[in-house]
């Protein structure tokens, strides 16, 4: 699997929106894109016109990169969403949410979706009461998900729980701090998922 090992402020940059990716710290002053809302590299001041082909493309960009997949991952989930019912562009958005690396981000767990995968693939998740250690799981309605027993006092894992009540517990989700634990009340809606994201652009882009 490729690895992505420059600076992840410089694609907030490129995308021209937070991601997220260092947790708490994209709350501060601290944050590099708050300092530097232009595009990195020796141009990124430069204005440019963009092409209704460019548009679809650094929407398809985006969205790949918030949920820290590669393209041939992002694509499969594209072929899955458009051979299940309803909206293809809202399916995307719903099967990316239930991938269990951002159920976990989401609930609290952990500060950021690559910290979320770094505590699944080292075991110190339950869904269950059952090991899964694989971050593209897509969780279904009624489960429940647990820190493992031994990693509940970590630090990392009660930073990351006081944090949540900074960007909040989506409605699908139910948080027991006290337990380590959540529940999957229901199955995302698009009205659930607030990132600016227009899905019907990557529709567009695939469909040529």
Same mark, same amino acid.
């Given at each position: 699997?490729?690895?992505?090992?420059?600076?992840?402020?410089?694609?907030?940059?490129?995308?021209?929106?937070?991601?997220?990716?260092?947790?708490?710290?994209?709350?501060?002053?601290?944050?590099?894109?708050?300092?530097?809302?232009?595009?990195?590299?020796?141009?990124?001041?430069?204005?440019?016109?963009?092409?209704?082909?460019?548009?679809?493309?650094?929407?398809?960009?985006?969205?790949?990169?918030?949920?820290?997949?590669?393209?041939?991952?992002?694509?499969?989930?594209?072929?899955?969403?458009?051979?299940?019912?309803?909206?293809t562009g809202?399916?995307?958005?719903?099967?990316?949410?239930?991938?269990?690396?951002?159920?976990?981000?989401?609930?609290?767990? /952990?500060?950021?979706?690559?910290?979320?995968?770094?505590?699944?693939?080292?075991?110190?998740?339950?869904?269950?009461?059952?090991?899964?250690?694989?971050?593209?799981?897509?969780?279904? /309605?009624?489960? /429940?998900?647990?820190?493992?027993?031994?990693?509940?006092?970590?630090?990392?894992?009660?930073?990351?729980?006081? /944090?949540?009540?900074?960007r909040g517990?989506?409605?699908?989700?139910?948080?027991?701090?006290?337990?380590?634990?959540?529940?999957?009340? #229901?199955?995302?809606?698009?009205?659930?998922?607030?990132?600016?994201?227009?899905?019907?652009?990557?529709?567009?882009?695939? #469909?040529?």
């Amino acid at each position: 699997m490729g690895r992505y090992i420059e600076s992840v402020c410089k694609i907030c940059r490129r995308e021209g929106m937070k991601l997220f990716f260092k947790g708490d710290r994209c709350y501060t002053d601290k944050c590099a894109f708050e300092r530097r809302t232009y595009a990195p590299g020796q141009h990124g001041q430069a204005k440019t016109k963009s092409t209704p082909y460019a548009l679809q493309l650094r929407e398809k960009q985006r969205l790949k990169r918030m949920y820290g997949l590669m393209e041939k991952q992002f694509h499969n989930y594209f072929k899955k969403a458009e051979r299940l019912r309803g909206i293809t562009g809202e399916n995307l958005l719903v099967l990316l949410e239930r991938r269990l690396d951002n159920v976990v981000y989401r609930i609290g767990f /952990a500060d950021s979706r690559s910290d979320a995968r770094q505590l699944i693939m080292h075991n110190h998740l339950l869904v269950n009461g059952k090991k899964v250690n694989v971050p593209s799981y897509l969780v279904r /309605a009624g489960e /429940a998900i647990e820190i493992k027993e031994k990693t509940r006092g970590k630090a990392r894992v009660n930073e990351a729980l006081e /944090a949540v009540e900074r960007r909040g517990v989506p409605q699908w989700l139910e948080l027991n701090k006290a337990a380590s634990k959540g529940i999957v009340k #229901s199955l995302p809606k698009r009205e659930d998922i607030t990132m600016p994201i227009q899905e019907q652009l990557i529709v567009e882009l695939y #469909s040529k």
